[in-house]
């Protein structure tokens, strides 16, 4: 059985087309659409992070106001960019979503993807390592964040405090159990998703992956799962891990639908370059319900995930995204094995 949620980048635009007009808007009708998909029986709802940008940025604020509005789907991120995060603030507001939620978080994170600024991380406080390159500092933040989120305590006490500590080491507080095994590493390629793997992570793949071996982008990320579980059983790890994938699909169920997206019928992937290198992206699917069925039939990496985000153009409005999700859980997604 799959799950079935949103994933939204939460821009906005001054421009009258936009129903998302400020930073304001944006957020607000981010609670507004986690709430009417959990209405309408949709299992997640996802938010892209971006920084310097007309995007949604900080998301634990907005993770726990929707935790607090809803009290079934899960909630999360797709994807921090871990070169911006101090590993135990980030532990610390996660845990407080997470409690909020009731253990439905549900965090996205990566090495980051091209920015709007140039090293932008360094605004923020953080250089790499002598000898590293701003990778490998998103990867040891993400391993230091990993080792906090265990609960084990590692912070020598004051022995005279202001409140009274309980014996031994101290952790950050506060603790949300089980929030370590429902972190995601968004992997663009087949060997950082071995890399996830290997350090316990569930692997979240998008719709674009950073490389191009010349099969349609569906198999390529087939592939990438199957070595994701494969170094997965190979690390010995005691748990099934989680896969989700991300497809941008528009069922054309009206003339407002065919006016939005009936030009997107034909899409086709793209090969293009992304941080200087070769870049796989995959097609758009609009049409009528009974062909995006036969089509996400063909499509190998939807039916190796357990999970499906689909991104949505939020700057549409609450009412149409709901209307959109509406539609492809009640036309499109019984085909795909939901429910």
Not at 62 to 78: D, P, Y
Not at 212 to 218: I, K, L, S, Y
Not at 272 to 295: C, I, M, N, S, W
């Amino acid at each position: 059985m799959k799950k079935i949620g949103f994933l939204s980048f939460g821009h906005w635009s001054p421009s009258p087309h936009s129903q998302a007009r400020s930073a304001s808007d944006a957020i607000l009708q981010s609670i507004e659409l986690a709430v009417a998909v959990e209405e309408l029986g949709a299992d997640g709802a996802y938010f892209r992070v971006h920084h310097f940008a007309n995007q949604l940025s900080a998301p634990f604020p907005l993770l726990a106001a929707i935790g607090a509005r809803t009290s079934r789907i899960e909630i999360g991120t797709g994807v921090i960019d871990m070169r911006y995060e101090n590993p135990l603030y980030m532990a610390e507001d996660a845990g407080v979503a997470d409690l909020v939620s009731g253990g439905r978080l549900q965090l996205g994170i990566s090495r980051g993807s091209p920015e709007q600024v140039v090293d932008g991380f360094r605004y923020f406080g953080h250089e790499p390592a002598e000898g590293e390159d701003h990778a490998a500092m998103a990867r040891e933040h993400t391993r230091r964040f990993l080792e906090v989120l265990t609960g084990e305590g590692f912070a020598t006490p004051n022995p005279r405090p202001m409140f009274p500590n309980p014996p031994g080491l101290l952790r950050v507080e506060p603790h949300a159990p089980g929030l370590s095994e429902r972190i995601w590493w968004g992997a663009g390629s087949r060997q950082t998703a071995e890399w996830a793997a290997t350090h316990g992570m569930n692997l979240m793949s998008s719709t674009l992956l950073t490389e191009d071996t010349g099969v349609p982008f569906h198999q390529l990320q087939a592939e990438q799962i199957r070595r994701f579980r494969s170094a997965w059983r190979s690390a010995g790890h005691p748990r099934e891990p989680r896969v989700s994938v991300s497809r941008s699909i528009f069922p054309i169920v009206s003339d407002l639908d065919r006016a939005y997206f009936g030009r997107d019928v034909a899409s086709a992937d793209q090969v293009g370059h992304l941080d200087g290198g070769t870049a796989r992206f995959g097609k758009t699917y609009a049409g009528e319900p009974d062909q995006l069925v036969r089509a996400r039939a063909e499509d190998e990496a939807v039916a190796a995930a357990d999970t499906l985000l689909l991104t949505i153009p939020n700057q549409l409005g609450v009412d149409y995204n709901a209307h959109l999700m509406e539609s492809v859980l009640r036309d499109v997604a019984p085909g795909l094995g939901w429910r």
